[in-house]
């Protein structure tokens, strides 16, 4: 159910006043000079004003019978018009600045009026918004003076400003709280500026008759410039060029003090002269990440005196940050590096929420308050400091700097977001997607440059959109973190760069080897990145394809990261419905880029020693004459879900070059790069198979099939049920099928075909059944029943061996809620029992066989207007329950998901969840070993971890389930497609698409069409489907069995037709080697010449024994040995291939053996 929004007046306040998410959050004063404002003036205008407002202004001050009254006048003015060209053009301010000569020629009161010009060291945050808003403005700049007042800076184009710095040498003016910094390092100055520079600033060469990069002696005129502070002289422009361009690409690099900063300091420090190499080389050295790097990062937990109330406790939030985010950031780094927690014991209380100019006047608060308490500086003490105060009205969950200290919390945010905070403090901007057509509808081109940047818009990495449990940092961003080296990623510039590359998955701890290819993209300073995502091994275009992204620097110039801390995905599939989802580069599909001469094909996948590879196909050049292959595509024109339908194709390429296939089926599977396949369709429908031949080199041909493919899951029968009766829920066993409902009612079924009324005798037409389960022997089923005497709902519990008589086990004595018992779980191993009431608690039988009552903490009105608002399930290690509590004020604080071993004690784990707290999960179910989960805009999740953490691979549109079913090998869901509503519109679920899902792997999922009816639940059984509804609605689908797709299969289907010949064990052709031992050695199973000599074996001189196995090929079987002394019990030996070739395996064990003691000795293959 959707639901509406309610907002405390607190909150309602910072939305309608913050600006950007940080700025202020009250209203600014008014220009104090009326007349200047009066009329909107544009920058080309103030520009020539402010000029003769200046000139005016210096000369009235050189003349000593000047009036200071009207100097101050003059002053005010012209500060009108210099703060709006300060907010307008920047740039243009800068120009039409005061020098530092001039402004300290003018007396105090107009120096008061004026913008001061500066030249010190400061220190510059670059803070990032994370509002998943890609529309709103993403980057705030502020600097912190020396004196330690903050002013924010007015965007100019700034490209040494991409990452934060302590102690950074800037040049600019400042009036009242903003600031335009210069854009170089170094400002030349005058000669009426260096008289004043002399006087005022130290020099910073320690031999003034020296240049200060080489300390060789000047020789004519020096060049003068300032920074940070120090008057530095040059012998030629170039020594300034120079060292300027070399502390640029420093200042680009993670670290606050590295760069121009370390410069200072030097200079500071050291009294001798600059020496460059060495700099330069302990630079270099600092670049460099330290090994086993632990970073020590503090959260101050803080309220505000009308916002109260802290998050977390100190143990809630050390514990989510030990347990789930600093192993993760180990992770991501390849263990290089990881942090150590300390959260504040005090939850300190801060001034009124609207009293604060911006966040950082909260952290500036918040640090003071912590250091009043009696702590250290914690900004000389830690790496990072984080201030977690109660949720606000404010449109982000976390705030941080980029490379800087701070950072921000914003409520119970999820392990996602400290991640994703301390992933800006480290130095990464978002994980972006490039809209290739936001600006031009008719592009076809993936990097168009008239698209537009979606901040936060690549789903798969946690600087985006990613979640927490598979969403690594992309391989650039590894790369400039410094977490791989130069061996992990390779640049390709040129033609002789073409061939084909071995690349390893990056998302993984053990990742090695060749991870990267950065290739040149046209003639610009742009590149393209690929790598292979193995982690979502549910979206095929990564799992079987390359991730590609776009280390782009020329479409976004102003973008504060000009550096490969911030890329783009690219969607290589830009006519899919899919959009950004599929955006991989599919097995045998060429992306090509050709203003850049630029064509790339995965071409495998696979598994080596060193890891998980794709092995992509790189071409860079013209390829002038290039000719197009040609050929003809043999395609079935019908085929069967989940079952093998084959497909060819025969041609050739003119210029014989190699040949890569694109099987794109739009059924969201990717097929190997083949030119002949067998196709599994993951569900029935009308397909169209369009098959691109590429030579890898620009060239293509392109043919077109139509498939109809049936599929019996889809194909359903109405089964009489006798009842009129709502049917709320099924349970089975190996023999029967029960559905339960309304009146009483239970039903029974052997087949699902036929059913008999096995209902409660009585007086039972207020008994309500919502859940039954099969504990592994008996049935279990819950409900609520009408008290005339209470006048009230109680819940309601039976059992029934084999679903015909059902007796009742337990009966409330009081009301347990509208809707009574709502659902069940048992742990069968000691039979304790849990259910959920509608009224927010639990009823537990513990092992014991006493019942308890067991308060969760949640409002008793949690989700009592709802029929199934909840489920519990038992994992087979915990109890895990799941729902939505519908009584929270706002959408905050409403996901329920709590876990417990023995249903008496619960832990909240909605925070570890990587959901945000207005989520829900209210459908929880174990199928096939998968840990399966949907609600409100929680998507078809799954978790590998009991429930703590969830991933969905499905991003964009949201798919929900209302219901899950297992068997032979298909996953079914009937729920809705969770669609968008208008802006400011209500959401009230008509706006939601009923829809049925299916899926072979419980993690990608398929629509398959508007069910037939609205169903209430569904099971699998018999080797079908079933569905029930209200009124006594039975729908069964047609029969189906699981295909067998191995390997195995589809060899011996090759050599034999006859089924009982066909099994692994069967030996068609009498022979020493059963079927699957011929299909290790590469024979043919159904002649008996073609078998190679049976295996022998030999003692060696130490008493190990060889195995000698003769064979025909080296096959995807492996053969170990197993040793038994009475050919009942098997143990595996551990053996060493001393022997590996085409025609031979030798293996021998590792242990000797006595000649005298026996033993049997078996060959083992498996696949």
């Known amino acids: 159910m959707k639901q509406s929004t309610k907002t405390t007046l607190a909150a309602a306040f910072l939305i309608l006043a913050a600006f950007f998410g940080a700025a202020l959050f009250r209203t600014p004063e008014s220009p104090s000079n009326e007349t200047a404002s009066s009329t909107p003036i544009s920058a080309t205008e103030l520009t020539p004003r402010i000029q003769a407002q200046t000139e005016q202004l210096l000369e009235k001050a050189e003349q000593e019978q000047t009036d200071r009254a009207e100097l ?41 009026l004026t913008e001061t010009p500066f030249t010190q060291t400061v220190d510059y945050s670059l803070a990032v918004v994370c509002d998943h808003d890609p529309a709103t403005p993403q980057y705030q700049h502020s600097i912190r003076y020396e004196d330690g007042t903050r002013s924010t800076i007015s ?78 002289r ?44 060495n700099f330069f080389a302990i630079q270099a050295a600092a670049v460099t990440p330290p ?65 604060y100019d911006n966040v ?23 790496d990072h400091i984080s201030i977690n105060f109660p949720r606000l009205g404010l449109p982000w969950e976390g705030f941080a700097t980029i490379g800087g200290q701070e950072q921000w919390l914003n409520g119970r945010v999820r392990p996602s977001t400290i991640l994703h905070e301390l992933g800006h403090n480290y130095g990464l901007s978002h994980a972006s997607y490039w809209q290739y ?162 064509h790339i094909t995965p071409l495998a996948t696979g598994q080596d020693s060193t890891g998980d590879y794709l092995d992509v196909r790189v071409n860079i050049g013209a390829f002038t004459g290039n000719q197009s292959p040609t050929g003809t595509l043999t395609a079935s024109e019908s085929g069967e879900a989940r079952t093998p339908t084959s497909f060819s194709f025969s041609g050739s390429d003119p210029d014989n070059d190699q040949l890569s296939y694109y099987w794109n089926f739009g059924d969201r599977t990717v097929e190997t790069n083949s030119n002949s396949i067998e196709h599994l369709f993951p569900h029935g429908g009308d397909f169209t198979l369009k098959l691109t031949v590429s030579d890898t080199k620009g060239g293509t041909y392109t043919e077109q099939a139509n498939i109809v493919v049936s599929d019996p899951t889809k194909e359903l029968t109405s089964r009489v049920s006798n009842t009129t009766a709502d049917l709320n829920t099924l349970a ?41 389960i099969w504990s592994g022997t008996e049935f279990l089923a819950v409900g609520s029943d009408f008290d005339s005497q209470l006048n009230d709902w109680v819940g309601i519990h039976f059992s029934s061996p084999e679903g015909a008589i059902w007796t009742p086990i337990y009966r409330t004595n009081s009301t347990a809620g509208t809707w009574g018992f709502t659902s069940i779980a048992t742990n069968p191993e000691n039979d304790t029992v849990v259910i959920v009431r509608n009224d927010a608690r639990l009823q537990v039988k513990d092992s014991d066989d006493t019942w308890h009552e067991v308060d969760l903490g949640l409002n008793g009105v949690a989700w009592l207007s709802v029929q199934n608002p909840a489920t519990i399930l038992w ?116 706006e939601d698409t009923p829809q049925d899902f299916i899926s072979t792997d419980a993690q990608n999922w398929w629509p398959t069409g508007a069910p037939q009816a609205s169903y209430n639940d569904r099971i699998f059984f018999a080797d079908t489907f079933i569905s029930i509804g209200a009124a006594g609605l039975i729908h069964q689908s047609n029969p189906f069995i699981l295909a067998d797709n191995s390997p195995f299969n589809a060899w011996i289907v090759g050599f034999t037709t006859d089924v009982a010949s066909q099994g692994t064990r069967d030996n068609p052709d009498n022979d020493w080697a059963p079927n699957f031992l011929e299909y290790a050695l590469g024979s043919d199973p159904t002649d008996f010449a073609s078998v190679p000599a049976a295996p022998s074996l030999r003692y060696t001189e130490d008493g190990r024994i060889t195995v000698a196995i003769s064979r025909l090929a080296i096959t995807d079987v492996d053969l170990t040995l197993e040793i038994s002394t009475d050919l009942e019990t098997w143990t595996a030996t551990t053996t060493t291939a001393t022997v590996d070739t085409e025609l031979l395996l030798e293996l021998t064990t590792a242990q000797s053996y006595a000649d005298a003691e026996k033993l049997f000795i078996r060959i083992k293959a498996s696949q």
Not at 87 to 110: F, G, R, T
Not at 292 to 321: A, K, M, N
Not at 553 to 565: G, H, Q, Y
């Open 72 to 112: 101050v006048e003059l002053a005010q003015i012209r500060r009108e018009y210099m703060r709006r060209l300060i907010e307008e053009a920047p740039q243009k301010a800068l120009e039409q600045a005061i020098s530092y000569a001039d402004y300290h020629s003018l007396p105090p009161e107009v120096q008061a």
């Open 155 to 232: 965007p100019t184009p700034v490209s040494r400003l991409s990452i934060s710095k302590s102690g950074l040498p800037v040049q600019g003016i400042r009036l009242d709280d903003t600031s335009v910094v210069r854009p170089e390092t170094f400002q030349t100055i005058d000669a009426e500026n260096l008289n004043w520079a002399t006087s005022n600033l130290p020099l910073a060469n320690f031999d003034p008759t020296r240049d200060f990069l080489t300390n060789q002696p000047i020789a004519g005129d020096p060049i003068h410039a300032i920074s940070g502070g120090f008057l530095f």
């Open 234 to 277: 040059f012998a030629n422009e170039e020594n300034l060029s120079q060292l300027a361009t070399q502390l640029a690409a420093l200042d680009a690099r993670p670290g606050l003090s590295i760069g121009s900063p370390a410069l200072i300091e030097t200079i500071r420090q050291e009294a001798a002269p600059f020496s460059q190499n």
């Open 291 to 355: 090994t086993d790097e632990v970073r020590d990062y503090l959260i101050i937990r803080v309220e505000f005196s009308d916002v109260t109330g802290t998050p977390f406790t100190q143990p809630e939030l050390e514990t989510v940050v030990d347990t789930l985010v600093a192993p993760k950031l180990a992770e991501f780094s390849y263990n290089k590096t990881t942090i150590d927690v300390t959260v504040s014991s005090s939850a300190y209380t801060l001034a009124e929420v609207g009293s």
């Open 360 to 382: 950082f006047t909260i952290y500036d608060e918040a640090v003071a308050a912590y250091i009043a308490d009696g702590n250290s500086n914690p900004e000389t003490q830690y």
């Open 437 to 598: 057509d936001a600006t031009n509808s008719a592009s076809t081109d993936p990097v168009d440059i008239t698209g537009t940047s979606e901040d936060y818009g690549d789903p798969f990495d946690v600087m985006g959109d990613g979640d927490i449990a598979n969403g690594h940092f992309h391989i650039a961003a590894k790369q400039y973190l410094g977490w791989i080296d130069n061996s992990n990623w390779q640049t390709l510039e040129t033609p002789a760069d073409s061939g084909t590359y071995r690349i390893y998955r990056f998302d993984s701890a053990d990742a090695t080897g060749l991870q990267g290819l950065r290739i040149a993209k046209s003639e610009t300073s742009d590149y393209y990145w690929v790598g292979y995502r193995k982690r979502y091994s549910g979206i095929p275009t990564l799992a079987s394809g390359a991730y590609l992204i776009w280390e782009n620097r020329t479409s976004l110039p102003d973008t504060p990261a000009n550096n490969n801390n911030r890329c783009w995905l690219i969607d290589t599939t830009i006519d899919s419905p899919d959009g950004k989802v599929d955006a991989g580069l599919a097995l045998g599909h060429t992306y090509s880029d050709p203003d850049s001469n630029l």
């Open 732 to 772: 089975a066993n190996e023999s029967f099928v029960v559905a339960g409902g309304a009146g009483g009612t239970f039903l029974r079924s052997a087949d699902g075909a036929t059913w008999t009324n096995q209902s409660l005798n009585g007086f039972v037409q207020n008994v309500r059944i919502a859940d039954i």
């Open 875 to 990: 994992t087979g290690s915990s109890f895990l329950l799941g729902g939505y509590d519908q009584s929270q004020p706002g959408v905050q604080n409403r996901l329920v998901l709590f876990q417990s071993s023995d249903g008496l004690n619960w832990t909240n784990i909605a925070t570890t969840s990587g959901f945000t707290s207005d989520k829900g999960m209210k459908e929880l179910t174990l199928l096939n070993g998968q840990l399966l989960g949907s609600g409100f805009k929680t998507r078809l999740a799954y978790s590998a971890d009991d429930g703590l953490s969830w991933s969905s691979n499905r991003k964009g549109e949201i798919y929900r389930a209302d219901m899950y079913a297992y068997g032979n090998g298909v996953y079914s869901v009937h729920g809705v497609i969770d669609n968008p509503v208008p802006d400011g519109q209500p959401e009230t679920g008509e």
